[in-house]
């Protein structure tokens, strides 16, 4: 195994100074960091971590927690976050808490075990208050915890951009699909925006909560009559893209849903409603991960950094709520 003593002795230096070069200690001369550095390459030297975490009292790792990594939000996060860490010299380590509660705080734990330097922490707790009594630099995203800093969207802006979309593209009696969110998570927000939104518009809302995103049986009967109910819904809202995606699918398979060509808006501004050609309110997820490991790399160095950091979102116009010209037949877009 290769050690500092054997990189020193091919440098023609001495060990404290490939020290110096490994940790930035000091300013070293040209030549003498080019013979440390080329010792480092011919050698193959790789420091020991553990050892130098010891040294510095720093892992230069970070954690972060999403609730899954195959939806597209928290990947897309989740590479924002990994390019952000290796830019500033950190290494990620990545846990899935699969929307469990006790795998949460399971992770985090573990997360701290090994020494890591801070924890960016997507959380689904019921009560996060347990974070906010920690001293350990912890940085909340895509929801707000008291005395925990955090960095969302503008969730409730997006509400009321989604409503105001709906009300140009002629909808006066928009249907809101959503999934069981509580109110302490940013999602809600684009509901409560939304509805406000409706109020001062002149606009009457519907609700129809789905258990999940996969529109089995029995939340597809649901939608269906709520399509074609005595009051005539004449827009969508989907608090998520994928949520809009299952709703386009649903219709397109339905023979007897065929002739509806309703507005539609999404949430997100994920790459699938491009795909289906649907209007979206974008979410800045690559700047939210950018932005919250500039803060706990700052949390971490003992700065103050602001209680909460809220991005805007972005209004994103497709064909589901442009206007369109009277034509015979029809069908979704």
Request: with cysteine; glycine share 6%.
């Amino acid at each position: 195994m290769i050690t500092i003593k054997d990189v020193a002795k091919h440098a023609g230096v001495s060990t404290a100074t490939v020290s110096r070069y490994m940790n930035q200690r000091d300013i070293l001369s040209a030549r003498t960091q080019r013979a440390v550095r080329q010792a480092i390459e011919a050698l193959g030297y790789q420091p020991d971590p553990t050892a130098r975490a010891l040294q510095s009292k720093k892992s230069s790792m970070i954690g972060l927690v999403v609730p899954v990594v195959d939806y597209a939000f928290f990947s897309r996060l989740t590479d924002a976050v990994e390019q952000a860490c290796s830019r500033f010299g950190y290494k990620l380590l990545l846990c899935q808490s699969a929307h469990d509660a006790a795998k949460e705080l399971e992770m985090v734990a573990l997360l701290k075990a090994n020494k890591v330097d801070g924890i960016l922490l997507c959380s689904r707790l019921g009560d996060a208050s347990l974070y906010t009594d920690s001293e350990f630099p912890i940085i909340s995203i895509d929801r707000e915890i008291p005395g925990v800093p955090s960095v969302t969207a503008d969730n409730y802006s997006g509400g009321v951009l989604a409503a105001e979309a709906l009300f140009r593209a002629g909808s006066r009696h928009p249907l809101i699909l959503t999934t069981e969110v509580p109110e302490y998570m940013a999602m809600f927000q684009r509901q409560r925006g939304f509805l406000e939104a409706c109020d001062k518009l002149g606009m009457q809302a519907e609700l129809v909560t789905l258990m999940d995103a996969s529109f089995g049986e029995a939340e597809t009967q649901r939608i269906k009559s709520a399509l074609t109910g005595e009051r005539a819904i004449d827009g969508v809202f989907a608090l998520g893209d994928m949520i809009a995606a299952g709703y386009l699918h649903m219709v397109l398979q339905d023979a007897s849903l065929s002739h509806l060509r309703l507005p539609l808006v999404g949430f997100d501004g994920l790459d699938i409603s491009r795909l289906f050609a649907f209007s979206t309110i974008a979410q800045p997820i690559r700047e939210m991960g950018e932005r919250a490991v500039e803060l706990l790399i700052r949390r971490i160095n003992g700065e103050r950094v602001p209680e909460q950091l809220v991005l805007p979102v972005e209004y994103i116009e497709r064909r589901s709520t442009q206007k369109r010209q009277p034509e015979s037949g029809g069908c979704i877009e």
